[in-house]
């Protein structure tokens, strides 16, 4: 008797396996070597106009406000955006205190607000900020979309803040950020990875950060060895991955994966 695993499934999870051993492996061990690879890493526009408006920044005693977006830790989907986007705001603000600039974040979630709160304090600390220097996280509302935009809205019309960073899980109400932004500071960089906000991306200018961008805009702002390592092991994945689809290609083109690819579907029930 055999014991049908229906498609892909055990392939899939055995290639899983694989890919996550490697994304947790290669990096261990190039950091443990001491020498991560060296990475050919495009230029990201938008992250280098990012450091020369800081600079400006610090330059006419203004304010940075950051947010890492309207997602949560539990919610489906969003996670891996909120993460980032907390991972873009403390290496932005780390930046923005190591040149003397206040910064501001607005969060939408509380358990995001204590990790924001956090995360600037770490970062004022390693910057070597004086004690001073404004450091805030506010929490404008809990889960509401539009509460938030409105509160995030209030906070862009402050007159002494003139930089905008809006990086993480964004939807629609992107758009009321973007135009309120675009009247109100003199700079601002937006990503998002989210179906719903990207669209918008484009019309705040030629500097954004778009779906994948967003999660490797931490290792560009703070390029350390782990992170490095981090990066060349996905560049690895994907030529892993592209390697097993060429063959799988030519696999059906030959018309004989059936017989190669039997084992790994079928298996005799105990």
Same mark, same amino acid.
């Given at each position: 008797?055999? @014991? ?9 999870? =055995? ?7 490697? @994304? ?36 006419? !005693? ?11 830790? #539990? ?7 909120? =993460? ?16 003397? #600039? ?25 910057? !070597? ?16 979309? %539009? ?5 995030? @809205?209030?906070? @862009?019309?402050? *007159?002494?803040?003139?930089?905008? #960073? ?32 990207? *669209? ?15 999660? #490797?805009?931490?290792?560009? =702002? ?35 994966? !059936? ?7 079928? %298996?005799?029930?105990?």
């Amino acid at each position: 008797m055999r @014991l049908n695993f229906g498609g892909a499934t055990l392939p899939a999870l =055995l290639l899983l396996m694989l890919l996550v051993g490697m @994304l947790l492996g290669l990096p261990l061990l190039w950091v443990r070597r001491g020498r991560p690879p060296t990475l050919l890493r495009r230029s990201l526009r938008a992250l280098d106009a990012l450091r020369a408006a800081l600079h400006h920044t610090a330059e006419m !005693g203004e304010t940075l406000h950051i947010s890492p977006g309207i997602g949560t830790f #539990v919610q489906g989907g969003r996670a891996a955006e909120t =993460l980032a986007g907390l991972e873009v705001a403390s290496s932005v603000a780390e930046e923005a205190f190591s040149l003397g #600039v206040p910064a501001i974040a607005s969060t939408n979630d509380a358990l995001v607000h204590i990790a924001a709160h956090q995360l600037l304090e770490r970062a004022k600390e390693r910057a !070597g900020a004086p004690a001073e220097l404004e450091a805030r996280a506010l929490w404008l509302a809990q889960q509401e979309r %539009m509460a938030y935009a409105a509160g995030a @809205l209030d906070l @862009l019309s402050r *007159p002494d803040v003139q930089a905008n #960073v809006l990086v993480g899980a964004f939807d629609e109400e992107l758009l009321l950020l973007l135009d309120a932004g675009a009247r109100e500071v003199r700079y601002q960089l937006l990503g998002a990875a989210a179906p719903a906000g990207v *669209p918008f991306l484009p019309v705040s200018g030629e500097e954004f950060l778009l779906g994948e961008e967003i999660f #490797v805009a931490g290792a560009y =702002l703070r390029p350390r060895p782990g992170r490095l390592a981090g990066l060349a092991a996905q560049d690895v994945i994907r030529l892993v991955l592209l390697g097993l689809i060429v063959v799988g290609v030519v696999l059906v083109s030959l018309g004989g994966p !059936g017989r190669l690819l039997q084992p790994l579907f079928w %298996m005799p029930a105990p």
